[in-house]
């Protein structure tokens, strides 16, 4: 069955959805996203994401295209229409087509864009032996708390990755520190035992996951800093894990070359991860 994806009123076949030449999603990336899991036909975090969404809206001063008690309504019926268990649904919203122009258009109405697919499941492999990643200067603007579709910088980061044989690059700022991956959220348990991820600020995005993993650890009695740290920190290490909608809690076990720790998943790691999907299938 071909995919069927929602644009702006229309449920259309995927390969068909298309927006207007002069939409300002794709002249100056003025737009926002969400991407949220989807879990036995069921969208999971549903109110956070769309509260994020939301809170991105509004630092663009994007208007709503449809009131928020009509999104998971849409949702629904392009996740009914694709006959999709499990995946991801995306939402992107932008302030929609005019005149280009840098200065914000004052009749434009905002595009919205629903569409799902199926995901590629984290490896028993990299489960086990834990992923790679390596360290790039962070050179993305300097809000990425806004969950903006300009995301030139991240996909670079992620390209040079996979250059290098990883499969996340990690941020390093002006001050040294770790932010946060290309696509993710990065976390370490420091040599105190301590499990230390950067405090959501105007640095990051603050991730759907990240925050509910931090929820679940101090549940579990596990101390967590909110606090940056440094490459020296990290490739000192006894554990490093990044978070995601797609990836849940993976294990790093390989920083720029460098073994993590003893090189392998460690057991906070696991417990985490165990204690997400336990959150997952609720």
Sequence with gaps: MSRVSYVNGRYVPHDQAVVHVEDRGFQFADGVYEVLPLVSGRICHLDQHLDRLGRSLGALAIARPVPRRVLPILLAEVVRRNRLADGLAYIQVTRGPAARNHQFPVAAVPSLIISVWPTKAVT????ENGVAVVTRPDQRWKRPDIKSVGLL???LARQSAKEAGAVEAWMVDDRGMITEGAATNAFIVARDGALLTHPA???????ITRGNVIALARAAGIEVGERPFTLEELKNAREAFMTGSTITVLPVTKIDGQPVGD???GPITLRLRALYAELRRS
Excluded at 124 to 127: D, G, I, K, N, S
Excluded at 201 to 207: E, M, P, V
């Design 124 to 127: 028993a492999h990299q489960l």
């Design 263 to 265: 090189g392998k998943p």
């Design 201 to 207: 600020d105007q640095r990051i995005l603050a991730g």
């Design 153 to 155: 910088p991240n996909a």
